[in-house]
């Protein structure tokens, strides 16, 4: 598609989409429960469609009206054997998450995924379930899908998790939850807690010690009400935009705050950005608030170490946030970019490069040299079919003189169906 270059100003209020990782977490743990579990201001984005679909294939009962999901809980041993392969799409949250719950399950399943989810390394969660006594069997030996797996009795473990991921703590979680015992997981840094706090709310004993976080088997969760909070990584976007095209000021409603996901805020009140958050309320387990930015001159920034699985997900628009940012950015100790839906630093790097930015991979991260003007000359950039690559390309070109086509912009809908939407508003 032909992407709007060279923006005037963005101005106005919006409502970013329910965020994803509460909304899978939602579908999954109403599944678990025993009751109706209720969800409001669902994320309808691709990814948590396939955790409804695979859910839906272990018989449970969920129908979905635009951003109302209603949950009929099965209880903690109520899914049943699929008839069909479960097809988790982009999503390696739900690849991960569901197979913590299939580990326990008395029965066969299959996994299969999108080609970019053929590449991601699934052994980080099949290695410790195996342990607990899983059966999964995959390519190369179960790290890659299409994956199998025959759960059943398992063994609690304690894990050292030598990934800040919360995917991996909450897949063992989930499968700890069924296991005779005490299952803790150890983090090397504090990674996003959203299993935490809703495993609490759903009525689950879950104990967290500094990086430790331990349950006991057997728990029954009982079903909630749940009211989704807007995306930060969404938000995200639009807080960068804010910052950096001219004549603009932007506030985004209702959008969650946890502290392991503020990551961004921290960067961008680091880089000198004009921005400001009101309204701070606690909405059931999770605070949510609404935060203003206007454009702002900004300066680089080094972010590296604890910070990097608070804003992992935004890194590709941090980096270009930092093209407008006077000096030299550094970010360090961000490897795991290399194996989400796209290696992000090779896709950050040589995208935003086609545009004039000023940057270099390297091993874990990348340098940025600012501020540099972007221009284009009918440019093609491309998302590689990754989601956050095709948005930041598309805010990218916001400040870009010339024209750009962005090649796989379907991709956006995995998280944020209603981007382009918003950026229109904006611009009115
Ligand atoms: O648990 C989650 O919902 C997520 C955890 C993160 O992945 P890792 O656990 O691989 O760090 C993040 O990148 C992903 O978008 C969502
Ligand atoms: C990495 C992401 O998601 P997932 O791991 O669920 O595919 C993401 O949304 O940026």
Do not use: W
């Not at 095209?245 to 880089?271: A, F």
């Not at 309204?279 to 935060?291: F, G, K, T």
């Not at 874990?364 to 221009?375: E, N, Q, S, V």
């Amino acid at each position: 598609m032909e992407l709007k270059t060279n923006i005037h100003a963005l101005r106005g209020e919006i409502a970013v989409p329910g965020d994803k990782s509460i909304s899978h977490r939602a579908v999954m743990f109403g599944a678990l429960a025993n009751g109706t579990t209720r969800i409001t201001n669902f994320l309808t984005g691709e990814d948590c469609l396939s955790t409804i679909d695979c859910f839906r294939k272990m018989g449970v009962v969920i129908t979905q009206q635009g951003n109302e999901v209603i949950v009929e809980g099965k209880g903690i041993d109520g899914l049943i054997e699929p008839t069909h392969i479960l097809n988790v799409g982009n999503s390696g949250t739900t690849t991960r998450l569901l197979l913590g719950i299939l580990a326990a399950c008395p029965f066969h399943a299959c996994l299969i995924g999108d080609d970019s989810i053929a590449k991601r390394p699934m052994d980080r969660v099949t290695k410790p379930l195996k342990q607990m006594g899983a059966h999964i069997d995959g390519r190369e030996e179960g790290r890659y899908t299409p994956l199998a797996i025959r759960g059943g009795q398992l063994q609690p473990i304690t894990y050292h998790s030598p990934v800040a991921s919360a995917q991996v703590k909450s897949a063992i979680l989930l499968a700890g939850l069924h296991a005779e015992g005490t299952t803790t997981v150890i983090e090397p840094h504090q990674s996003r807690d959203h299993t935490e706090r809703m495993l609490r709310a759903f009525g689950a004993d879950v104990r967290v010690d500094g990086l430790s976080v331990s349950v006991t088997g057997r728990q029954t969760l009982q079903a909630i009400d749940i009211e989704v909070p807007g995306d930060i990584s969404s938000a995200a976007f639009f807080l960068v935009a804010g910052a950096i095209v001219p004549n603009s000021e932007i506030t985004l409603k209702h959008v969650g705050i946890n502290p392991t996901r503020t990551g961004i805020i921290d960067v961008l009140k680091n880089m000198g950005a004009n921005i400001s958050i009101k309204n701070v309320r606690h909405e059931e387990s999770e605070p949510v608030a609404d935060i203003t930015v206007r454009t702002s001159t900004l300066k680089a920034t080094h972010i590296g170490g604890d910070i990097i699985p608070r804003l992992i997900d935004e890194i590709p628009i941090i980096a270009l946030l930092a093209t407008q940012a006077e000096g030299t950015t550094i970010i360090t100790d961000a490897s795991e970019l290399k194996v989400k839906e796209t290696d992000r630093i090779a896709t950050v790097v040589s995208e935003l490069r086609k545009l004039g930015a000023d940057i270099e991979a390297t091993e874990d991260g990348m340098i940025i040299h600012g501020k540099t003007p972007l221009y284009a000359e009918n440019t093609v950039v491309d998302s590689y079919g990754d989601h956050r690559i095709g948005m930041m390309l598309a805010i990218a070109a916001c400040i870009t003189k010339g024209s750009v086509t962005l090649q796989h912009s379907e991709a956006i809908a995995v998280s944020y169906p209603t981007f382009f939407d918003h950026l229109r508003m904006l611009q009115s």
